[in-house]
């Protein structure tokens, strides 16, 4: 069975070229393809992905909320963010919403398919830039500190 | 022939994607790939692309500003900006910069493609959204501000050094990036700060940001 896939980004042409990345390896299918965080958590709902790959920045409701909404509908699914944010309050927001792996969208096509596949196993990836925050090789989730700022 | 085409975006994936999704085409090869404004103009002199793809956002030096280095360097290529901005300030800017055509993000891959095939044949291609900002902005924009904008004085290796500056790189890191010494940096950014009228490093990186140029 080759892992189900849904692409959440509010760009079309980023959820297109993903698309064309992922389908060019077997092991994937995008099964849905969202533009928004409402719109992703309805879809993930109704497809149950193994995996959904999520933007942050999108209007109205941000990929970190999403993430959280979208995890009490379908708790199996994996997420993993994938952004252009890499400062620390992200990924600790990220990993506290239940996120499975934080990739940047400087990640080249090489790191993203091991990075969803070993997400989709149940295991965790973080970007290189990204892994300090979360204690590299620490099995898990990281606890947020007091220096942690309110989310705004 | 196929179109000869350079992708510049700071963003690996959608690089990556981009090529796939454009060398499913027969009529289409792309040539290079830029991570960075400057590495656009570089390649764009290397390559001659019949078509280079700018992203807006790009770091070292922005999309509008590399479109016309890109130009002077392979007046035959077609620029065409790929832009997650919808704002009038950038689409003119492009557009005055020498850009054919000018895609949202948002947009899908028969746009891009239909795009694409339009700036190649030298015609003019703007998202929807986009279009009526062209319209109504290009007039005004030249009687205003455009002259009014101190950027225009500064020379085009005063205008990478600028982004550089402002992107936090220190004197002798921008000497090694562009092969000059450190003193011509210092020269260039003492010319460069009179021609802006700023008199700080803070008032530098705020006045880039204020022009859009910080990713």
């Known amino acids: 069975m080759p892992t189900g896939v849904l692409l959440v980004d509010d760009h079309a042409i980023l959820r297109q070229a993903l698309k064309r990345l992922l389908e060019s390896c077997p092991d994937f299918v995008v099964v849905a393809e969202a533009g928004s965080g409402p719109e992703a958590v309805e879809l993930a709902e109704k497809h149950r992905p193994d995996v959904a790959l999520m933007d942050i920045g999108m209007k109205g409701m941000n990929g970190i909320e999403a993430t959280a909404q979208l995890l009490r509908r379908s708790p199996q699914t994996a997420v993993l963010m994938l952004t252009v944010h890499s400062s620390e309050h992200y990924v600790r927001h990220a990993v506290k919403a239940g996120a499975r792996g934080y990739l940047l969208k400087d990640a080249v096509e090489e790191e993203l398919v091991p990075a969803i596949q070993l997400a989709q196993k149940g295991g965790r990836y973080f970007s290189p830039a990204v892994a300090k925050y979360v204690g590299e090789g620490d099995p898990h989730p990281a606890v947020p500190t007091k220096r942690e700022r309110p989310q705004g | ?215």
Request: net charge neutral; aromatic share 4%; proline share 2%.
């Open chain 2, 1 to 215: 022939m196929p179109t000869r085409i350079l992708l510049a975006d700071d963003h690996a994936i959608l690089r990556q994607g981009l090529r796939r999704i454009l060398e499913s085409y027969p009529d289409f090869v792309v040539v290079a790939e830029a991570a960075t404004g400057l590495e656009a103009v570089d390649l764009a002199e290397k390559h001659q692309p019949d078509v280079a793809v700018v992203d807006v956002g790009m770091k070292e030096l922005g999309g509008i500003e590399a479109t016309a280095q890109i130009l002077r360097r392979s007046p035959r290529t077609a620029v065409l900006i790929l832009s997650m901005h919808k704002d009038e300030w950038y689409v003119v800017r492009s557009v005055r910069a020498g850009a054919l055509g000018y895609v949202l993000k948002d947009g899908v891959e028969a746009e891009l493609v239909r795009a694409i095939q339009t700036v190649q044949r030298g015609g003019n291609y703007f998202s929807p959204a986009v279009a009526r900002a062209v319209q109504e902005g290009y007039t005004r924009l030249k009687k205003s501000d455009a002259a009014a904008d101190r950027y225009e004085l500064l020379t085009e290796r005063e205008r990478v050094i600028y982004q550089l500056l402002a992107e936090g790189n220190s004197n002798k890191e921008i000497a090694n990036r562009l092969n000059i010494s450190v003193h011509t940096v210092e020269t260039h950014r003492q010319r460069l700060m009179e021609k802006l009228q700023v008199h700080s490093a803070a008032e530098l990186v705020l006045s880039a940001v204020r022009r859009g140029l910080i990713v």
